[in-house]
């Protein structure tokens, strides 16, 4: 089994900066590619980024620009800085990673963090 804990979410003003950061834990070989979503209430879950076990990066249109991700394979952490925050970022970011534990591939998830953009 593999964990993956989030962290950094919070309120922040239109603008502002957040980091999120996530660290996977358990039977892991290795992990391919790691990433974020997004849950806007009212709306498909939806990619914001995404990077490969080769740092290539993949952003959502939304965020493209304004957002950067980067991993630390050492560490099996990924984080998420985001820039000039909008309203519209406001929702649930999730984490996912692509595990390779022997011959199986899973991905996985994990719980959620509440981010929430306001004045």
């Known amino acids: 089994q593999v964990q993956l804990v989030e962290s950094g979410g919070g309120l922040a003003q239109p603008g502002g900066s957040l980091r999120l950061s996530c660290v996977a834990s358990g039977d892991i070989d290795n992990i391919n590619a790691m990433g974020w979503y997004r849950q806007v209430p009212g709306k498909r879950r939806e990619l914001v980024a995404a990077?490969?076990?080769?740092?290539?990066?993949h952003y959502g249109t939304p965020v493209s620009g304004r957002f950067i991700i980067s991993r630390v394979d050492a560490k099996s952490t990924v984080f998420l800085q985001m820039n000039k925050l909008e309203f519209g970022d406001t929702g649930v970011y999730y984490c996912?990673?692509?595990?390779?534990?022997?011959?199986?591939?899973?991905?996985?998830w994990g719980q959620g963090t509440q981010v929430t953009v306001s004045t």
């Open positions: 996912t990673a692509d595990v390779q534990s022997g011959l199986v591939i899973t991905d996985y």
């Open positions: 990077i490969t076990f080769l740092n290539n990066t």
